[in-house]
């Protein structure tokens, strides 16, 4: 098992997630010249990707899914909710309907999503699994719940949001009604908060800790870096970070 980000921040996100001979890409929020770019970076091409799942409709998550999967007649799982925000004429031998709370398989892929709080119809976010390893990838969220606490405790890899430096965020130059939706309990986490989760969760599997969807006004790599060593009782030369023009390069379990 391994996975990469093809990039991930508020201008678009997507990350790869391979099993076996599987291939599942989690969210597009790139053109679809741009994602094909992102994915001849990770040595991918469109053919090797067996299927999309959807975190919400954000545009810098499913921005770029609909164009991608109909190019390329990739299936596409997401919520009912999720769902409504697919163009009309998206094809719908495509669309495979997901229940939040229910795991399914896609190939070597085991797929384990669950509901978020986040501003959205009807969110989720996702464990993957090759039936030894676990990864969990959680960009976006505005309060950690304990049934998240619950999905993520045990995981060999994570990607946590570290969107925002609180102080950064309420000093910063946003409107105050924009700034109060960022750190509301359905916006986004901040370092602190993605601090305190990591530190909340059972680690003993922990080899990869990934600091993401930064925010480039209202955080730092450094910051978020901070947070998540604090949190993990580690070095910070062990956290990684998702850029949002690079992403991250392949990692494996």
């Known amino acids: 098992m391994r996975f990469c980000s093809l990039g991930s921040g508020s201008s678009g996100n997507a990350l790869v997630v391979e099993c ?10 790139f ?3 741009g994602t094909r770019e992102r994915l001849q970076r990770a040595g991918l091409e469109p053919r090797d990707i067996a299927a999309i799942v959807v975190t919400h409709e954000h545009d810098d998550h499913l921005g770029g899914v609909a164009r991608f999967a109909k190019r390329y007649a990739i299936p596409v799982h997401l919520t009912r909710g999720t769902a409504q925000w697919l163009p009309p004429d998206f094809p719908a031998v495509l669309v495979r309907y997901i229940d939040p709370h229910t795991p399914f398989a896609i190939g070597d892929v085991a797929v384990d999503p669950f ?23 959680l960009t976006d969220l505005g309060v950690p719940t304990s049934h998240v606490q619950e999905k993520l405790s045990g995981c060999h890899a994570l990607v946590i949001e570290c969107n925002h430096d609180l102080d950064l965020l309420m ?24 601090g305190h989760l990591v530190a909340s969760l059972e680690r003993g599997n922990l080899r990869h800790l990934i600091a993401a969807h ?5 955080n730092t790599p450094a910051l978020a870096v901070e947070a998540l060593a604090r949190g993990a009782g580690c070095e910070p030369s062990w956290i990684g970070v998702a850029g949002q023009e690079q992403g991250f390069a392949w990692r494996g379990l």
């Not at 000093?171 to 993605?194: C, E, M, T, V, W």
């Open 115 to 137: 509901p978020v709080p986040h501003d959205a119809r009807e969110p989720v976010q996702y464990v993957f699994s090759d039936g030894a390893s676990r990864l969990g990838v």
């Open 31 to 33: 053109t679809l010249s």
């Open 214 to 218: 930064l925010s480039r006004q209202n």
């Open 20 to 29: 076996g001979a599987t291939r599942v890409m989690m969210d597009c929020g």
């Open 171 to 194: 000093n910063g130059d946003y409107p105050f009604a924009l700034k109060q939706r960022i750190a509301g309990r359905f916006g986004h986490l901040d370092n602190a908060s993605a």
